[in-house]
């Protein structure tokens, strides 16, 4: 028995060191500004908040939605491969990259839309068409169902918006319980943030340090990390889900084949609750395709978009 008692003793002890160990102070966010906000990047003073957005490229006007713990930076290959022909507008949804927390504390799909809705109207924009990933692409399809006048396509790339039937991502559950959510809001070990990311790739050998990096930093950005555990405290629930069925905007649907947090059957529900839908599944790639394959999703999207109405 006392055997036992010192082996617990000494994990307990190795758990508290590693957690010690991990603890990461926030960083400021004039520091990240300067790291990754770069030239094109502008700062909109919306609802009490200071959106970071982007808005490059000219042409007829997409609006792009990261999901969730990522930020605009996720579409910057899309941006590379489009700018030529589209005038691409990103942000970082609140509690997300530069723009930070939501004073108000306001993190369900419904706020995003209105954050959405709010940037636009700030730039004067009224027609365009919108993509999202994962949380993203559940904004984006929500926006569709409540201001279809403004929308001209939409693309979902492993978006959310059907209740999981599986256990939620350890990671995800975590994150909202009272105790162990609040832990992570302070201890935040890189080693963690890598293993999250290579679960959403379909190749983990894709991603680099300077990925890792740029993830676990911009979740380091003062206040971000408190509005994730507020965030996941809400729960997953989606809204309007019975309205994916009145969406009638023509629709491209991106799934990776190895998407292990949305199942590419969801893919498969939307494409049949969406009527006139198109359908991509990548086979090598994950739940972030877009930011694992830029060139081969960009390529699909540029041809949805250019095609024309029967």
Not at 91 to 97: A, F, K
């Amino acid at each position: 028995m006392k055997i036992m008692l010192t082996f617990l003793a000494v994990i307990a002890g190795l758990i508290i060191g590693i957690s010690v160990l991990s603890i990461r102070a926030d960083i400021p966010v004039d520091d990240l500004v300067e790291k990754y906000g770069g030239p094109t990047s502008h700062f909109a003073k919306i609802d009490g908040m200071n959106v970071h957005f982007r808005d490059e490229g000219t042409g007829p006007i997409l609006v792009l939605v990261h999901g969730s713990n990522a930020s605009l930076h996720t579409w910057d290959g899309w941006t590379e491969q489009m700018k030529d022909q589209f005038r691409i507008i990103r942000m970082d949804l609140s509690g997300h990259g530069l723009t930070g927390p939501d004073p108000r504390s306001r993190y369900t799909v419904s706020d995003y839309v209105n954050m959405i809705d709010a940037l636009v109207q700030h730039l004067g924009v009224e027609i365009f068409s919108i993509g999202g990933n994962s949380l993203g692409g559940a904004v984006a399809w929500n926006y569709t169902v409540r201001h279809p006048d403004n929308v001209e396509k939409l693309i979902l790339v492993d978006a959310a918006g059907y209740p999981w039937e599986e256990p939620l991502p350890l990671i995800l559950r975590l994150a909202g319980m009272p105790v162990i959510g609040q832990i992570m809001s302070v201890v935040t070990p890189r080693f963690g943030i890598r293993d999250s990311i290579q679960q959403v790739y379909g190749n983990p050998s894709r991603v680099t340090d300077a990925l890792v990096t740029r993830y676990h930093q911009l979740l380091l950005r003062e206040g971000n990390r408190d509005a994730t555990y507020l965030r996941f405290r809400q729960g997953f629930s989606i809204e309007n889900v019975d309205l994916i069925q009145s969406i009638s905007v023509p629709t491209l649907i991106q799934w990776g084949a190895r998407d292990t947090w949305i199942l590419p059957k969801y893919a498969e529900r939307f494409h049949q609750d969406i009527a006139g839908s198109v359908l991509h599944i990548y086979p090598d790639l994950g739940h972030v395709p877009m930011e694992e394959d830029p060139l081969k999703t960009a390529q699909d999207t540029r041809a949805f978009l250019n095609r024309t109405a029967p």
